[in-house]
């Protein structure tokens, strides 16, 4: 079973999911149909159990007869399940075509609605999907679990000024025979996918080609910067190829989406989703773009089972991302990448607690909602494993051969962390005695930092390391010392080295902080993973002028990555912990629901409450 699931995967499976709905954006729901090709697993199969979330389901009918159904009690952030009788039975291997007429509600969390003013364009509406945890059951009745692969067909009824994209292959366009103001926009994905990696746009839209097999799409106050800063992304593909084997997917198109989109990047198939916080104007946030696109084998093509898997996708993808930078950049790249991974880790269990079972590897989540689970754990404990597999198993290149033989072997599939772990030893199997030294229970199921730290070089990191343990150790009268150059030959990944470092240590003292503004004028960086960390540095200080700054960063976007630090550190400067709940309170309405909840737990608050007057 999947403890974030109401529907079995042993007793049936979807194959396919035929989609037609109108996007009504003044009413803000999905008026849709919903046809699901379910095979039985068993004989006598008669029950088949969707999961859902505060959808209003208007009719079922199985093969086109009437089928009773019933909505179960709402189980926390699981929703509702759907129980539906079918009017006969199935033996194993037989299928039904299950249709499901629907509407969802304008409190849909897989739906963001945005009004004209909250885009860049100012004059249409937007709506963005983003699926993943476990959303998909607000805007389609599904099996919503990632065990759970099947292909889906779509048609989808918008206001014909604006365009529908979707994570699939277009398949035509034709004016609504209904409404003569609308227009279909028709998608197929051939390719099996989990319900989460289905996804939604509707919004004024423009493209342009970056590659042979790749658009970016925007609106077009952002499409032409955009197009600039990801014109790396063929050479990208074609690396990941060499090292993992052909692209399946066909398109591989970016949609840089509104500021209110709460992760870096969201890796739908077809259609990669990415934060506007990554143009930076030097293409040195592209990195994200490496990560989805190595998502298409690892998370895309093979899968986690359930979520308490989740470190199988998102771990085995930034060891990818980093052979894809080891491969354009160099060796010293990839380790660099690796020891900033090493303190994000630290980042994170310091704020969960170390001994918090959400920082396990592989954590239980009965009970739990896999958005409370969200967090570099997965990725950078996940990483740093199989990098210390890579330093016991022969190196880069014989550990890549043992990733790419893992994606042949479970392509289309989901996974387990033990079906990971058997194809492990079955692969190496002229190594058991070392991999049985693997101390596997720490690592998998003991919370808090990983049993060994791997030895990373610190090559590019060590001006960063000089330069950060100078202030730290600086006095007052030492800061004279300190010139404006220093940091002129420190890329873009080396500054946020640098301040990274910094917020590991006890907070700067406000003399330090300003003067590290007069002289490096961090102030006027347009690079986001700068800006946030000199941001917090600054709060850290308890430098007052720098909070207005902070606040406003943490709004004028949405990623979680930035907002909910920034928001915590202003919250935990006593003096200013008032106004940061009232600047979420002001701001909650346009954030993106899975952030405004996260935050809202962050600052003590009810989600629900009016702001202060």
């Not at 004209?116 to 059951?137: D, E, I, N, V």
């Not at 030097?282 to 989740?310: C, Q, R």
């Not at 301040?499 to 986001?528: F, G, I, R, W």
């Amino acid at each position: 079973m999947d403890p974030c699931s109401f529907s079995s995967f042993s007793s049936c499976v979807t194959k396919h999911l035929n989609l037609t709905c109108a996007v009504d954006f003044s009413r803000r729901v999905l008026t849709a149909d919903v046809a699901l090709t379910v095979e039985a697993l068993q004989d006598r199969f008669s029950t088949l159990v969707l999961d859902s979330r505060d959808l209003t389901i208007l009719k079922v009918t199985a093969n086109g007869q009437q089928a009773k159904f019933t909505m179960g009690a709402r189980d926390g952030s699981k929703g509702a399940p759907v129980e539906i009788q079918l009017p006969f039975d199935l033996s194993r291997g037989q299928q039904v075509i299950v249709d499901v007429s629907y509407e969802t509600a304008p409190t849909a969390t897989a739906l963001q609605w945005l009004t004209p003013a909250q885009t860049a364009g100012k004059k249409q509406p937007y709506l963005f999907s983003q699926c993943q945890a476990h959303h998909c059951r607000s805007m389609i009745p599904c099996q919503d679990s990632p065990s759970i692969k099947h292909t889906y067909y779509a048609q989808v009824s918008v206001p014909k000024q604006l365009v529908a994209l979707m994570s699939a292959m277009p398949d035509g366009q034709e004016p609504d025979p209904e409404d003569s103001s609308r227009v279909i926009y028709r998608f197929r994905q051939p390719v099996p996918i989990p319900s989460y990696l289905i996804a939604l746009v509707v919004g004024d839209l423009e493209s342009r080609e970056i590659g042979p097999r790749s658009r970016v799409w925007s609106e077009k106050e952002y499409v032409d910067k955009a197009a600039y800063e990801f014109s790396e992304t063929e050479a990208m593909l074609k690396t990941a190829e060499d090292l993992v084997g052909p692209y399946v997917w066909g398109q591989y198109d970016i949609l840089v989406l509104p500021p209110s989109f709460p992760y870096g990047g969201m890796e739908n198939p077809c259609l990669t989703y990415a934060t506007p916080t990554l143009l930076a104007g030097d293409k040195s946030l592209s990195n994200v773009i490496a990560h989805e696109i190595s998502h298409s084998w690892t998370g895309n093509l093979v899968t986690n089972k359930t979520w308490e898997h989740f470190w199988l996708n998102e771990g085995h993808t930034v060891y990818l991302e980093r052979m894809i930078g080891r491969s354009l950049q160099s060796e010293q790249f990839r380790q660099f990448q690796a020891l900033g991974g090493w303190k994000d880790l630290q980042d994170s269990i310091n704020t969960f607690g170390a001994n918090n079972p959400l920082t396990n590897l592989v954590p239980s989540l009965v009970n739990v909602d896999p958005d409370d689970a969200f967090s570099s754990v997965p990725y950078e404990k996940g990483f740093a494993l199989l990098y210390h597999l890579e330093e016991l198993l022969g190196g880069p290149e014989v550990f890549m051969g043992f990733v790419k033989s893992y994606i042949q072997m479970f392509a289309y599939r989901s996974v387990t962390t033990d079906e990971w772990k058997n194809h492990l030893f079955t692969y190496f199997k002229d190594k058991l005695d070392v991999l049985n030294k693997v101390d596997w229970e720490a690592w998998m199921h003991v919370p808090g930092m990983p049993p060994v730290k791997p030895k990373y070089d610190t090559t590019l990191a060590n001006a960063c390391i000089a330069l950060s343990d100078r202030w730290t150790k600086a006095t007052n009268e030492d800061l004279v010392s300190f010139k404006a150059s220093d940091v002129k030959t420190l890329s873009s990944h080396q500054l946020v080295e640098f301040l990274s470092l910094l917020l590991q240590k006890e907070p700067l003292p406000l003399t330090h902080v300003m003067k590290m503004q007069e002289l490096y004028d961090l102030n006027a960086c347009n690079n986001s993973e700068v800006r946030v960390r000199w941001l917090r540095l600054c709060v850290r200080a308890r430098w007052d002028n720098a909070v207005t700054l902070a606040l406003k960063m943490a709004t004028e976007q949405g990623r979680m990555k930035f907002t909910r630090p920034l928001f915590r550190d202003v919250f935990n400067f006593e003096k200013h912990r008032q106004e940061a709940v009232r600047v979420f309170q002001t701001h909650k309405a346009h954030m993106h629901q899975v952030t405004s909840g996260l935050v809202a737990k962050d600052l003590k608050v009810d989600v629900g409450e009016k702001p202060s007057p």
